[in-house]
């Protein structure tokens, strides 16, 4: 059922813990109910937060906050190896990894511990440890907040690319996602190219689903701030995809800089923003109560009592060593408000 607040603070409801005021949150849980808000007083100016990990909130919004909190998990088919699941927006999204691991089911589970809620994950197709949401999702169904009507997108349709997806381009401002329909398997499929994750996988005793799911969680505890202890939004600039004359000019003058092959692009390559903020000397930088992560760059905390523009400071501070050191260009994962 829905639930409405008037002014209220999103201090709680941002995981960098800016304190922030809403004109108004709205807690849904169905597309009828969506129907009835933009089929009446249609709000001027919306926003969906999920579970607020990637939103940072610089100023008093003044409009509508909507906030899906319809969690039911319904397994829609299963042929004895594999298992489509279709999972509502509000579920939290480390418990549905949670959840498919206890069934023995594969395919999220390198995105263990990946604070978000299911609703968010196609938006801009989380992704860590060689792994995106793109890999598992089948469908994206969305509340068309011009037609009223519920839609379902195909994996094809949603358009996912690195940190990408149509939801962050055509269907911005437009779209509001219902639920997500993911197709696991119980053939195991261990993915373990990425970093550190085969050392520890074997560490456990091998590559069972438990073992990569706690192999992963213990990696990302050991590099990344819990948001719940120290405020932060995960990576905050994502990683940039340039040209390969910029990464051969770059090996020349630093021949250990991480690079990946863009597969759709084999002109393009990416590197890591973690690794040129680190070589700008910024990782562990502070600014008063802003700073650079300690053990990850990429990660901008909130060391207590910080506004969203000291946080956005401190950003273009860091974009700007980074382009004054290596002539690249990085951008920001997070949604500035
Ligand atoms: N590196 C440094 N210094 C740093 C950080 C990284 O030298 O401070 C180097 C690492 O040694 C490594 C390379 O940069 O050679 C890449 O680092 P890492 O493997 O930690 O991954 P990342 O590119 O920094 C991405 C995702 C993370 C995800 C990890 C693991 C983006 C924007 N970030 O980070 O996602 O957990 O890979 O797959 O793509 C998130 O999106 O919030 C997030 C945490």
Same mark, same amino acid.
């Given at each position: 059922?829905? /639930?409405?607040?008037?002014?209220?603070?999103?201090?709680?409801?941002?995981?960098?813990?800016?304190?922030?005021?809403?004109?108004?949150?709205?807690?849904?849980?169905?597309?009828?109910?969506?129907?009835?808000?933009?089929?009446?007083? /249609?709000?001027?100016?919306?926003?969906?937060?999920?579970?607020?990990?990637?939103?940072?909130?610089?100023?008093?919004?003044?409009?509508?906050?909507?906030?899906?909190?319809?969690?039911?998990?319904?397994?829609?088919?299963?042929?004895?190896?594999?298992?489509?699941? /279709?999972?509502?927006?509000?579920?939290?999204?480390?418990?549905?990894?949670?959840?498919?691991?206890?069934?023995?089911?594969?395919?999220?589970?390198?995105?263990?511990?990946?604070?978000?809620?299911?609703?968010?994950?196609?938006?801009?197709?989380?992704?860590?440890?060689?792994?995106?949401?793109?890999?598992?999702?089948?469908?994206?169904?969305?509340?068309?907040?011009?037609?009223?009507?519920?839609?379902?997108?195909?994996?094809?349709?949603?358009?996912?690319?690195?940190?990408?997806?149509?939801?962050?381009?055509?269907? %911005?401002?437009?779209?509001?996602?219902?639920?997500?329909?993911?197709?696991?398997?119980?053939?195991?499929?261990?993915?373990?190219?990425?970093?550190?994750?085969?050392?520890?996988?074997?560490?456990?005793?091998?590559?069972?689903?438990?073992?990569?799911?706690?192999?992963?969680?213990?990696?990302?505890?050991?590099?990344?701030?819990?948001?719940?202890?120290?405020?932060?939004?995960?990576?905050?600039?994502?990683?940039?995809?340039?040209?390969?004359?910029?990464?051969?000019?770059?090996?020349?003058?630093?021949?250990?800089?991480?690079?990946?092959?863009?597969?759709?692009?084999?002109?393009?390559? %990416?590197?890591?923003?973690?690794?040129?903020?680190?070589?700008?000397?910024? %990782?562990?930088?502070?600014?008063?109560?802003?700073?650079?992560?300690?053990?990850?760059?990429?990660?901008? &905390?909130?060391?207590?009592?910080?506004?969203?523009?000291?946080? &956005?400071?401190?950003?273009?501070?860091?974009?700007?060593?980074?382009?004054?050191?290596?002539? &690249?260009?990085?951008?920001?994962?997070?949604?500035?408000?």
């Amino acid at each position: 059922m829905k /639930r409405i607040y008037n002014d209220l603070n999103l201090a709680s409801r941002n995981s960098f813990g800016v304190s922030e005021t809403a004109r108004v949150v709205i807690e849904f849980d169905c597309a009828e109910e969506l129907k009835a808000i933009f089929g009446s007083e /249609r709000p001027q100016k919306w926003y969906v937060l999920g579970a607020g990990n990637n939103t940072l909130f610089t100023q008093y919004y003044d409009g509508t906050i909507l906030t899906p909190v319809c969690s039911n998990r319904t397994i829609l088919s299963d042929d004895g190896v594999d298992v489509v699941v /279709r999972v509502e927006a509000g579920h939290d999204w480390d418990g549905l990894v949670e959840w498919s691991v206890e069934q023995g089911l594969w395919g999220i589970e390198n995105l263990s511990s990946i604070p978000s809620s299911v609703g968010a994950a196609p938006v801009q197709n989380i992704g860590a440890y060689g792994a995106e949401a793109k890999d598992a999702i089948t469908v994206v169904e969305y509340f068309d907040t011009r037609s009223l009507e519920v839609v379902r997108l195909t994996n094809e349709e949603c358009r996912f690319g690195y940190r990408e997806s149509i939801f962050k381009q055509e269907l %911005k401002g437009v779209a509001i996602i219902l639920a997500v329909e993911l197709k696991l398997s119980r053939t195991p499929r261990p993915n373990l190219g990425y970093g550190d994750v085969i050392k520890e996988v074997e560490a456990r005793g091998g590559a069972t689903l438990r073992n990569i799911r706690e192999a992963i969680c213990a990696i990302r505890s050991s590099k990344l701030p819990d948001p719940k202890v120290l405020g932060n939004a995960g990576s905050f600039f994502k990683n940039p995809i340039v040209e390969r004359s910029v990464l051969e000019r770059l090996l020349e003058r630093y021949p250990d800089a991480p690079n990946y092959p863009v597969t759709s692009d084999e002109g393009r390559c %990416k590197l890591a923003a973690g690794w040129l903020i680190d070589r700008a000397g910024l %990782k562990g930088w502070r600014d008063g109560c802003v700073g650079v992560h300690d053990r990850q760059a990429l990660v901008l &905390v909130n060391y207590g009592g910080a506004k969203g523009g000291d946080v &956005v400071r401190l950003a273009g501070f860091v974009a700007q060593r980074v382009m004054d050191e290596f002539g &690249v260009e990085i951008s920001p994962e997070v949604n500035v408000l």
